[in-house]
């Protein structure tokens, strides 16, 4: 099935920010910048929240959300 089909693309030309979500919680941790919560491996990337080992369940994955969303946005600004 294509993204057409369902009505879903990712890579819009209006999207201002794409994110995934995944229902999973990871055993291992996607290593990131203390201060700019900016993946080590990959510019750009702000792993957070469960899958991203951040998070033990909703409140603390919304927590981390809202701490890579400031983070998003001062490297923005």
């Known amino acids: 099935m294509s993204d057409e089909t369902v009505g ?3 890579d819009r030309d209006d999207a201002v920010l794409t994110g995934v979500e995944s ?3 990871s055993p291992v941790r996607i290593s990131r ?3 700019s919560l ?3 491996n990959v510019r750009g990337l702000y792993p957070c929240g469960e899958g991203a080992g951040y998070a033990g369940g ?3 994955a919304g927590v981390d959300g809202i701490k890579v969303a ?3 946005a ?3 600004t």
């Open 8 to 10: 879903l693309r990712l």
């Open 38 to 40: 900016q993946s080590l």
């Open 33 to 35: 910048d203390a201060t």
């Open 70 to 72: 400031e983070a998003v």
């Open 74 to 76: 001062r490297d923005l």
């Open 23 to 25: 229902r999973t919680s």
């Open 58 to 60: 909703i409140l603390s």
